[in-house]
């Protein structure tokens, strides 16, 4: 499995970008995908996730009203529209395969290679 992520680049605050992710492998529209994101000196955290069929999402407290997560099935390909974005955005954003919740934490099976956001003030 593949996960080709794009769309990152320098953006001012109040900006907007959206990411997106191709996924190779077959099943893509049974399985939960979702966005990540490590800022520099920090843990990698959640940030959004979308059901198989697109009819769940999932958003972490800080991007939520902010952050769109949406699929196109037909194209193996996951996305993330973000608006009104802050400096404190700034991170390297991952696409993940099969993605779920467990106690510790949101994680996924498959990762992409990741795309930097910059968010200047």
């Known amino acids: 499995v593949q996960l080709q992520a794009s769309g990152g680049g320098l953006v001012q605050a109040g900006d907007s970008l959206r990411l997106s992710c191709v996924a190779s492998?077959?099943?893509?529209?049974?399985?939960?995908m979702g966005w990540f994101r490590q800022a520099p000196g920090k843990d990698r955290e959640f940030v959004a996730a979308?059901?198989?069929?697109?009819?769940?999402?999932e958003y972490a407290e800080p991007v939520k009203g902010r952050f769109t997560i949406s699929r196109d099935n037909a194209k193996n390909a996951v996305y993330l529209q973000m608006n009104n974005l802050k400096p404190e955005d700034t991170a390297v954003y991952y696409c993940?395969?099969?993605?779920?919740?467990?106690?510790?934490?949101?994680?996924?099976?498959?990762w992409g290679q990741g795309t930097l956001v910059t968010v200047s003030s």
């Open positions: 993940a395969r099969d993605v779920a919740k467990y106690s510790s934490g949101w994680t996924g099976q498959d």
């Open positions: 979308i059901s198989g069929t697109g009819g769940s999402t």
């Open positions: 492998g077959r099943y893509f529209r049974t399985i939960t």
